[in-house]
């Protein structure tokens, strides 16, 4: 009898470990099978009783990757000798998020990224607002990931406002994809730390993940989703609430920005300057205001934002 499990999609020198480490390490387990490691394929030969045993660890193993992004031969040995308690004290961490690339552990790492946590466990809408560099996107994305990975919503829409200080689209060189993508590159940069590139890629083909500037949201009504504006106070009164109304069945939203730093005109209202003092009354949104002490940047982004605060 013969198995094979495709691994195309998955980081596969992580997986495998280096050299193929742990894929050899999962052959001492199954002395009685042949285990061939081709391109992208794992192909097991052998008799029935034993394949039968083979696939059913072979498909933890793969889940457990594609939940954390990461394995050595602990967890391995753990996972096929079925040391439950094992594995989830090695999984187990304060805070965490959502586990990254090679395992990077992601997770609340300030009181307001950990009150954003929570009003997403709670409530569908919230608003995080604060200056730059306190992870208010960062924290957004990874709850964004981590409804995708536990199936609580099919696709996650990242979507921000392409209006930047002092510079107009039609005067940036390229198509339209090629104007955009400055704008919207901080939203690949945080995606990068949490999810394979060429699992980015595929996601994007396949529409489970959308990265489009905000006109893009105009009549649409998004179901299962997990959505954030990023960017919020550069989005007018009527695009702010364009985006908002776009909630549909099932849908998370989480909405940020910095209200210190608004690059519309200076006679247009900021949206988000808006909603905060519309919208504060409804009990089922939650308004989460980040501050300096939440800064996760270099040492010297708070002492600059001080001064300009001054």
């Known amino acids: 009898m013969q198995i094979s499990f495709n691994i195309e999609n998955i980081?596969?020198?992580?997986?495998?470990?280096?050299?193929?480490?742990?894929?050899?390490?999962?052959?001492?387990?199954?002395?009685?099978?042949?285990?061939?490691?081709?391109?992208a394929e794992i192909i097991a030969i052998g008799d029935d009783a034993s394949i039968e045993e083979f696939q059913k660890s072979f498909d933890k193993l793969l889940g457990y990757f594609d939940?954390?992004?990461?394995?050595?031969?602990?967890?391995?040995?753990?996972?096929?000798?079925?040391?439950?308690?094992?594995?989830?004290?090695?999984?187990?961490?304060?805070?965490?998020?959502?586990?990254?690339?090679?395992?990077k552990i992601i997770q609340a790492r300030?009181?307001?990224?950990?009150?954003?946590?929570?009003?997403?466990?709670?409530?569908?809408?919230?608003?995080?607002?604060?200056?730059?560099?306190?992870?208010?996107?960062?924290?957004?994305?990874?709850?964004?990931?981590?409804?995708?990975?536990?199936?609580?919503?099919t696709r996650i829409v990242l979507t921000r406002p392409a209006v930047e200080a002092g510079e107009q689209l039609g005067f940036l060189p390229g198509d339209m994809k090629e104007k955009l993508d400055p704008y919207l590159q901080p939203l690949y940069d945080a995606l990068s730390d949490m999810i394979?590139?060429?699992?980015?890629?595929?996601?994007?083909?396949?529409?489970?993940?959308?990265?489009?500037?905000l006109a893009y949201m105009r009549g649409r009504t998004l179901e299962n989703a997990f959505v954030i504006l990023d960017e919020a106070q550069n989005t007018s009164v009527n695009q702010l609430k364009m985006f908002l109304t776009r909630m549909g069945e099932n849908a998370k939203f989480i909405v940020t920005g910095d209200i210190t730093q608004v690059d519309l005109p200076k006679n247009k209202e900021s949206g988000l300057?808006?909603?905060?003092?519309?919208?504060?009354?409804?009990?089922?949104?939650?308004?989460?205001?980040?501050?300096?002490?939440d800064i996760v940047r270099h040492r010297l982004v708070k002492q600059i934002i001080e001064k300009y605060d001054k």
């Open 11 to 39: 980081d596969q020198v992580a997986f495998l470990g280096v050299n193929n480490a742990n894929f050899d390490f999962v052959g001492r387990f199954f002395p009685k099978l042949k285990l061939v490691h081709r391109g």
């Open 67 to 103: 939940s954390f992004q990461h394995i050595d031969t602990q967890t391995i040995e753990g996972i096929i000798l079925g040391e439950t308690e094992k594995i989830k004290a090695k999984t187990k961490g304060k805070n965490v998020i959502v586990f990254g690339n090679k395992g």
């Open 110 to 153: 300030t009181p307001n990224q950990e009150k954003l946590v929570k009003a997403m466990d709670k409530n569908d809408l919230a608003f995080a607002i604060g200056p730059a560099g306190t992870g208010k996107t960062y924290t957004a994305i990874a709850l964004a990931v981590r409804s995708l990975k536990n199936r609580e919503v």
């Open 196 to 213: 394979p590139q060429r699992k980015v890629t595929e996601m994007l083909a396949e529409r489970t993940l959308e990265i489009a500037p």
């Open 273 to 293: 300057v808006h909603a905060t003092k519309l919208l504060k009354s409804i009990t089922d949104i939650s308004f989460i205001f980040f501050d300096k002490s």
